[in-house]
């Protein structure tokens, strides 16, 4: 730490006036204090709850606004650093102050666990570390951890239309915490997840180091990969590889009903969608729609696909793999790779300016289950799947089942700690929204219902899940003291199957006091 080499007390006025905290008589004053001393600009801000600002601050990248009541735990103070130091600084201050720290990007921790907890915390908020800096000559790129996903595409596609990044289609994600769970996306079927595209990072440990690839050891870097965040550290940056994609590139959309035989449809594709082209990648996302009949309602399948490649080679191709389709010229449209991540946000594919709106998409409640499934489902059992759709609390509803194979299946379940990987037919992301807090338990109870019912179709011998859609459901560690390797082992083992034995003694050299710690963090071996 570099000490500064002048007076601390203005930067020490301006936490107390932006906080709005009485040193004197304020029960946490020494945590303050602390942090007064050792950031070492003005830039940097505390807010604390008496603070005006504080609420917006707070709220600012809150995705999922179930975690935004009243009753919600609050933060004791979000710091927003600037710099390495004051992220070092943070880190050192809440060690020593009795303060548990969670690490917010974007804020899309659908369980928010990134901005919650229920002991005393701090949020360390990344939103100023944002910088996104491309070298097309290498076909690489740093990002940092507080970038958002559309911010990291926007800044490529200024620079080049030939180089994007298999990561995933929301564009208002946080990339800390995304590649920190994996990141698949529209390019996986083509190159995998976005945290098999990690080259080098940089992150704080618990003891205030600044780590590279190099000074971290390979096994760390394994871990930051795919390994969950807010667990082994802070990771500030990336350094990512850029893949080639065309400067055309084709998408389509069918839509089929119940009445439309999109039972029989989803059938064949399930049985073909992994086994076609690198260069296709479907999916399948079914939600409650209007019926022709006035008054009544249906459930959609809508299949939608990317190809790397032009309309003219996509029509013959599908129409010789899944003529059940019916896909027609006027289902396809071209576009550059950047828009496709637009069309599938269900955004305007232009401008791409939209790409750098972080408020673009509405914020709700939700709760979200994920499953991989590597036998296909019976019609009978898609239809009644279906059919639970047009149960109450749905009508906010969508499940995106996302075909694998491709690069997936090439790459080795313990390369990076996200070991989904040989033998899936497609990946199935359940979500529930409700715009009333009332609704709420209506909407969760179907949610564990639907995700019941797909346990004859998941994974057999333990029901895999996807970290980056976290599920509170499935396990969590102890609020306070120990949580053993058994304990975390009920949800550890699903997120990563094998893998979490080697998460577990890394956690172990890297945090063995585990000071970076939350309701699914990698625990240590050893009690602190």
């Given at each position: ?352 300016e939209i790409l750098l709106n972080r408020s673009a998409l509405p914020r709700l409640s939700l709760k979200a289950k994920t499953d991989y499934i590597r036998e296909p489902m019976s019609e009978a059992g898609f239809e009644g799947f279906m059919n639970m759709f047009l149960e109450e609390g749905t009508d906010l509803a969508i ?13 080795r379940e313990n390369e990076i700690p996200f070991p989904h990987r040989s033998g899936i037919l497609f990946e199935s992301v359940y979500i529930v929204q409700w715009i009333n807090e009332e609704d709420a338990g209506l909407c969760i109870n179907w ?82």
């Amino acid at each position: 730490m570099k000490f500064l080499q002048f007076s601390v007390l203005p930067f020490l006025m301006v936490i107390l006036s932006v906080s709005g905290a009485n040193l004197t008589h304020h029960p946490h004053r020494d945590f303050l204090r602390c942090l007064s001393l050792r950031i070492e600009n003005s830039c940097t801000i505390t807010y604390t709850h008496n603070n005006p600002s504080y609420p917006s601050v707070l709220n600012a990248s809150i995705q999922n606004t179930r975690f935004s009541t009243p009753t919600t735990p609050k933060p004791y103070a979000i710091i927003t650093p600037r710099k390495t130091s004051d992220v070092q600084s943070t880190i050192f201050c809440s060690k020593n102050y009795g303060f548990q720290l969670r690490i917010r990007s974007g804020g899309h921790d659908v369980e928010g666990v990134s901005y919650v907890s229920q002991v005393p915390f701090v949020v360390l908020d990344l939103v100023n570390f944002r910088d996104v800096k491309v070298d097309t000559k290498n076909e690489v790129a740093w990002v940092q951890s507080g970038a958002t996903t559309g911010e990291l595409y926007y800044g490529i596609a200024a620079k080049t239309q030939t180089l994007g990044f298999p990561a995933g289609i929301c564009h208002t994600i946080g990339i800390g915490g995304h590649l920190s769970g994996g990141g698949f996306g529209i390019l996986g079927r083509k190159y995998g997840l976005a945290a098999d595209h990690i080259i080098d990072a940089k992150m704080v440990d618990a003891n205030g180091r600044v780590l590279h690839r190099k000074s971290m050891g390979e096994d760390l870097f394994w871990a930051i990969r795919g390994g969950g965040g807010n667990t082994f550290g802070v990771v500030l940056a990336w350094k990512i590889k850029l893949v080639p994609v065309p400067p055309v590139v084709t998408v389509f959309t069918v839509n089929k009903n119940l009445e439309q035989n999109a039972t029989k449809i989803f059938h064949r594709w399930q049985q073909i969608a992994h086994k076609l082209p690198n260069d296709l990648f479907t999916t399948v996302w079914v939600m409650k729609v209007n019926s022709s009949q006035v008054g009544k309602k249906t459930v959609q399948a809508s299949f939608k696909g990317l190809f790397l490649g032009r309309i003219d080679e996509l029509i013959p191709l599908i129409q010789y793999a899944f003529p059940e389709l019916g896909l027609a010229r006027e289902n396809c449209t071209q576009m550059s790779w950047v828009q496709s991540v637009l069309y599938f946000g269900a955004l305007p594919i232009e401008p791409v300016e939209i790409l750098l709106n972080r408020s673009a998409l509405p914020r709700l409640s939700l709760k979200a289950k994920t499953d991989y499934i590597r036998e296909p489902m019976s019609e009978a059992g898609f239809e009644g799947f279906m059919n639970m759709f047009l149960e109450e609390g749905t009508d906010l509803a969508i499940t995106m089942m996302e075909a694998f194979g491709g690069k997936m299946n090439e790459i080795r379940e313990n390369e990076i700690p996200f070991p989904h990987r040989s033998g899936i037919l497609f990946e199935s992301v359940y979500i529930v929204q409700w715009i009333n807090e009332e609704d709420a338990g209506l909407c969760i109870n179907w949610m564990r219902r639907l995700y019941n019912y797909m346990s004859s179709y998941a994974s057999k011998s333990l029901r895999e899940a996807y970290y980056n859609y976290k599920d509170l459901d499935l396990g969590i560690n102890n609020v306070n003291g120990y949580t053993s390797y058994e304990q975390a082992s009920v949800w550890g083992l699903k997120y990563f199957k094998n893998n979490f034995k080697r998460l577990v003694r890394v956690k172990t050299m890297i945090d063995p006091t585990n000071f970076f710690s939350n309701e699914q963090s990698i625990p240590p071996l050893l009690s602190p």
